[in-house]
Each structure stands twice: as C-alpha cells, then as structure tokens.
C-alpha cells in the first residue's frame, strides 16, 4: 500500500492515538503488509523523510497533517508546498474549529477536531480504499 507520514510540527504526540487507529485498520483491511508508517515532529523531519521517499520514487499513500490548536504561518505554507509538490499522494488535514476552511477548493481534505476514531474509520476508507488516488491527480490507481 505504502508509505503513511503523520506529521504534527506544533503538537508532537498529537498523532500518537490517530497512529494506533490506523494501524489498527491497516490490520483488520489486511493492509498493514505493505505499509510504513512514518511519525514527524517538525517540519524539516517532515521533509528530509519524504524526500527520500520520493527520490526512490515512492509517492506516500497518505499525508495527515495536524495543525494543533492554532495554525502557524509556517504550518500552512508547508501544507500548501505539500499539496503543490505531491499531487498524487492523499494529504488529510487535521484542523481546529478557529482555523478557516477554502469550502471552494475541492483538493482539500480537511477533518475538524476533535476526532473519533469512527470519523478516522470512514476517512481511511474513503482514501485508501474506495479512492486510493485523490481525484484531482493525474496519477493512475
């Protein structure tokens, strides 16, 4: 399936439960075989994990991007650079209720906190299961 990055550079620890509930999806989908899960702190272990994987041609099957309880500058400009530089790859954004959401922009996928683990079910199987490939990309599935 590939590789999976929970990047959360303004709460590290924030992914730590929405990891548990993936690789528990990940088993009970028989999914798990074929997957790296990759957790990053910051944004520039964020990016020297993902340039390697794309310099060995292994586009990500999944970004999760936190945004924590108050978005940074920063933060949005590396989401945006993520969605400009890896159009294939499935980038879930985890956002709080203050932060302003683009509803016109349908190559956005943003999830409002906080999270259940059965709204993290439904979004693992909506993007790794019946749309592996986000539908904007010009990516083949």
Same mark, same amino acid.
């Given at each position: 399936m590939g590789h999976?990055?929970?990047?959360?550079p303004s709460s590290p620890g924030s992914l730590?439960?929405?990891?548990?509930?993936t690789l528990r999806w990940l088993l009970e989908?028989?999914?798990?075989?074929?997957s790296t899960m990759y957790t990053c702190n910051t944004i520039e272990e964020a990016v020297n /994990?993902?340039?390697?994987?794309? /310099?060995?041609?292994?586009? *990500?099957?999944?970004?999760?991007?936190?945004?924590?309880?108050? *978005?940074t500058d920063m933060n949005?400009?590396?989401?945006?650079?993520?969605?400009?530089?890896?159009p294939e790859s499935w980038i879930v954004e985890i956002v709080?209720?203050?932060?302003p959401i683009q509803?016109?922009?349908?190559?956005?996928?943003?999830?409002?906190? *906080?999270?259940?683990e059965d709204e993290w079910r439904e979004t693992l199987d909506q993007v790794l299961r019946k749309t592996p490939t986000p539908q904007w990309a010009d990516a083949d599935n």
């Amino acid at each position: 399936m590939g590789h999976i990055f929970f990047i959360a550079p303004s709460s590290p620890g924030s992914l730590d439960r929405l990891s548990q509930w993936t690789l528990r999806w990940l088993l009970e989908n028989d999914m798990a075989e074929d997957s790296t899960m990759y957790t990053c702190n910051t944004i520039e272990e964020a990016v020297n /994990i993902l340039e390697t994987a794309l /310099i060995t041609g292994d586009s *990500p099957a999944l970004i999760i991007f936190d945004h924590a309880d108050r *978005p940074t500058d920063m933060n949005i400009a590396f989401s945006k650079r993520l969605h400009n530089s890896i159009p294939e790859s499935w980038i879930v954004e985890i956002v709080p209720d203050s932060m302003p959401i683009q509803k016109d922009d349908n190559s956005l996928y943003w999830i409002r906190r *906080p999270l259940t683990e059965d709204e993290w079910r439904e979004t693992l199987d909506q993007v790794l299961r019946k749309t592996p490939t986000p539908q904007w990309a010009d990516a083949d599935n």
